[in-house]
């Protein structure tokens, strides 16, 4: 009979931040703790993982579709949007399946609070093998608490855990997408140029929607009024912004 295996799978965002670092203290036993990038994270991303690591005392690993976001709209030959969510699908939820499909049995822990009963988890108890548990909620743990118990850690959460190119981020954020990473902006425009599409969906403001348009404008000195609440956020929960693992 195979050994039961527990598995962590770490977003980056708060709750799941959380969630790895309490179950160490309340329920220590080996933990296997993984993300699911897409390649496309912000450096500061990686940066996070890295030290969670460090503080887990064991290795956040990866479980990747090969081609990472850029890969998956080559093979799509279409760039993801509101309408075509298929990038959180095939890079997060397919991955994740297929590991725990081949490490049964297993304990999969999901960072869903109590202060979010509607909420549900990624839909993996379907697996054979596979038994899912939401720890923040059996321990009564809201938003605040989770922030409460990250300051005590002294963890912080990088401004942006999902996708540089994610068509669901605010103008505010492509603005500081634009400002601190030129290189990948360039890289996320020539995609557009090649697929003759968008990262953003025409009609959401009154801002280009191309990123080459949206270029022209910020270097043309156009800033959008977002950007000082992006700066200085209200807390954020952070991780892609449509699954939950
Ligand atoms: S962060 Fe956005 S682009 Fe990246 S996988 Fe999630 S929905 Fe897709």
Known sequence: MPVEKHVVALS???DSTCLALMLTEREPRDYLFLCTPTGNEPE???AHWRKLGDLLGSPVR???HPG???GVITEQQMIPNFRARFCTRILKIEP???FLALNTPITSYVGLRADEEGRAGGAYGDIP???MRFPLREWGMTEADVWSYLDTRSVTIPRRTDCKWCFHQRIGEWYLFWSDDIDGWLEGEAIEAERNATFRSPGRDTWP???KGLRDAFEGGRIPKSVEREINPIRQSGACRVCTL
């Open 12 to 14: 980056g965002g708060k």
């Open 44 to 46: 500061a991303m990686f």
């Open 62 to 64: 990866p479980v990747m």
């Open 68 to 70: 990472g976001l850029k």
């Open 96 to 98: 994740y399946r297929a």
């Open 129 to 131: 093998g596979v038994t």
């Open 209 to 211: 929607v191309s990123m």
